[in-house]
């Protein structure tokens, strides 16, 4: 069984950067992709990045350039590099595993960008 919790949200201004982790524990996923979404309320979730074992990465458009995604396999934890923050980056972030059955989630961490 795998649990990941998630950390480092919060609310910043417009311009400013975010770094969120996710711990992961238990066993079965360190070769599996792992990654983060996003909801916004109202919407529906979306990727905004993907990272394998491997290091090999994937971002939404509408976060490359500003959003980097990095993982370290010797602790478990992935993390994701939020700079130039603007409004429309507000949602809930929620870190993910994937499996051949699907994707395990945290409980998701709370980002607001507001002045």
């Known amino acids: 069984q795998v649990q990941l919790v998630e950390s480092g949200g919060g609310l910043v201004q417009p311009g400013g950067s975010l770094r969120l982790s996710c711990g992961a524990s238990?066993?079965?996923?360190?070769?599996?992709?792992m990654g983060w979404y996003r909801q916004a309320p109202g919407k529906q979730r979306e990727l905004v990045a993907r990272?394998?074992?491997?290091?090999?990465?994937n971002h939404a458009d509408s976060v490359k350039g500003r959003f980097s995604i990095s993982r370290d396999n010797a602790k478990n934890t992935v993390y994701l590099q939020m700079n130039s923050l603007s409004p429309e980056d507000t949602a809930v972030y929620y870190c993910h595993v994937e499996f051949q059955f699907g994707l395990v989630w945290g409980q998701g961490t709370q980002v607001t960008v507001s002045s």
């Open positions: 990272i394998t074992s491997g290091g090999r990465t």
């Open positions: 238990g066993s079965g996923f360190s070769g599996n992709p």
